[in-house]
T-cell receptor, first 115, second 114 residues
Framework: AQSVAQPEDQVNVAEGNPLTVKCTYS??????LFWYVQYPNRGLQFLLK??????LVKGSYGFEAEFNKSQTSFHLKKPSALVSDSALYFC?????????????FGDGTTLTVKP | KAGVTQTPRYLIKTRGQQVTLSCSPI?????VSWYQQTPGQGLQFLFE???????NKGNFPGRFSGRQFSNSRSEMNVSTLELGDSALYLC?????????????FGPGTRLTVL
């Protein structure tokens, strides 16, 4: 079984400050980890993924995420937040032997960046 | 390349009716998944189709069904609608269906059951 936890329903940051959106996971084998963003009345957009290799993964719009195997975490980060980053963020996990179609998503974290 | 398209974008139905939602994946993508998104339950996996075969199924009642055509387009059907079926239904496609591939989501169909 696979599961994802996003412990914060809401994250508030000031524009220009660094942001972190937290994600922890549980899988039986090696994980494949993903971050998606959802803007109002839109579908989810892929931001970045960790499959293997470097623990620090860089993605779209200046976002990055750090894979930490010992802490089973995959936190999303950005050095300097923009008001336009305000959206709903989802972490997703898949076990290495699970195909692409069946991802398990966290409950989402609403990020609000204030000017 | 065109993205994932879903039709219709909005639907209003009454209890007991049935509904069919349609999804056209990105050209060349063979895996199509369906998710239900509600404020209380988040994103819940419904099922996945790959090359016209249902490959995975979530924990939803049999009222929820789907199919995939030879051109990879997919439809989802919900029969005997209940108030609790009101949700945003998202379709996502993936290229080969392998575990390392990300999914590309459509804008969703907003279903309201009265």
């Amino acid at each position: 079984a696979q599961s994802v936890a996003q412990p914060e329903d809401q994250v508030n940051v000031a524009e220009g400050n660094p942001l972190t959106v937290k994600c922890t996971y549980s899988v039986s084998g090696n994980p494949y980890l993903f971050w998606y963003v959802q803007y109002p009345n839109r579908g989810l957009q892929f931001l970045l993924k960790y499959i293997t290799g470097d623990n620090l993964v860089k993605g779209s719009y200046g976002f990055e995420a750090e894979f930490n195997k010992s802490q089973t975490s995959f936190h999303l980060k950005k050095p300097s937040a923009l008001v336009s980053d305000s959206a709903l963020y989802f972490c997703a996990v898949r076990d290495y032997n699970t195909n692409a179609g069946k991802s398990t998503f966290g409950d989402g974290t609403t990020l609000t960046v204030k000017p | 390349k065109a993205g994932v398209t879903q039709t219709p974008r909005y639907l209003i139905k009454t209890r007991g009716q049935q509904v069919t939602l349609s999804c056209s994946p990105i050209s060349g993508h063979r895996s199509v998944s369906w998710y239900q998104q509600t404020p209380g339950q988040g994103l819940q996996f419904l099922f996945e189709y790959f090359s016209e075969t249902q490959r995975n199924k979530g924990n939803f009642p049999g009222r929820f069904s789907g199919r995939q055509f030879s051109n990879s387009r997919s439809e989802m059907n919900v029969s005997t609608l209940e108030l609790g079926d009101s949700a945003l239904y998202l379709c996502a496609s993936s290229s080969s269906g392998g575990g390392t591939n990300e999914q590309f989501f459509g804008p969703g169909t907003r279903l309201t059951v009265l």
